[in-house]
């Protein structure tokens, strides 16, 4: 059992890290759940249900993390929105797996990105809201193209995304992607 991390931010004096606890239900061996969990300043603190969080921020005085919760019994994946602890699924209305991996938080909104699938469509999602597609990813319908989106910014209305897309396996190319804030 330990702590995994996928992100570091710091916000004035404290320093976090989210990411996932794995934890074996039956001993030390075999199968392992994840439990979504963050850290601050040394403290562990472990959320409802299995997942991890892939990002964290902190603005005003709030905490923000994005994530996914899987149900093991159907190894569907949903992705979430949590915001000082308490869980929003973002994109309920989809049947299958989703994820969410970008976030950035501000005045003028919580924006983060949500995927349908694996290399399926990314929404665009701002206050818990879905606001519009950002891209398609299914190519030609080949399981080996895919996309993500890594990180996101806003600043004066213009939505900046960067990620990669591939096309097979060796052949991956950085994307920068720009949509105004429309909502």
Do not use: R
């Amino acid at each position: 059992e330990g702590f995994n991390p996928t992100s570091m931010p710091v916000s004035g004096e404290d320093i976090y890290f989210s990411g996932y606890v794995i934890h074996y239900p039956d001993g030390e061996s075999g199968e392992y759940e994840e439990i979504p969990a963050y850290v601050k300043n040394g403290e562990l603190t472990c959320l409802e249900g299995n997942g991890q969080i892939n990002s964290l921020t902190v603005y005003d005085g709030h905490l923000y993390m994005i994530g996914e919760i899987i149900d093991y019994s159907t190894y569907i994946c949903k992705a979430f929105l949590w915001t000082d602890g308490v869980a929003q699924e973002l994109h309920p209305s989809y049947q299958g797996s989703t994820y969410s991996s970008a976030l950035f938080v501000d005045a003028t909104g919580v924006y983060t990105t949500v995927q349908e699938g694996d290399g399926g469509d990314f929404y665009l999602w701002k206050d818990g809201q879905l606001t519009g597609n950002i891209s398609n990813f299914s190519g030609n319908g080949s399981e080996n193209e895919y996309g993500w989106i890594e990180d996101m910014y806003v600043l004066d209305g213009e939505i900046y995304m960067g990620g990669f897309l591939c096309s097979g396996y060796d052949n991956s190319h950085a994307v920068i992607w720009h949509m105004k804030d429309c909502s």
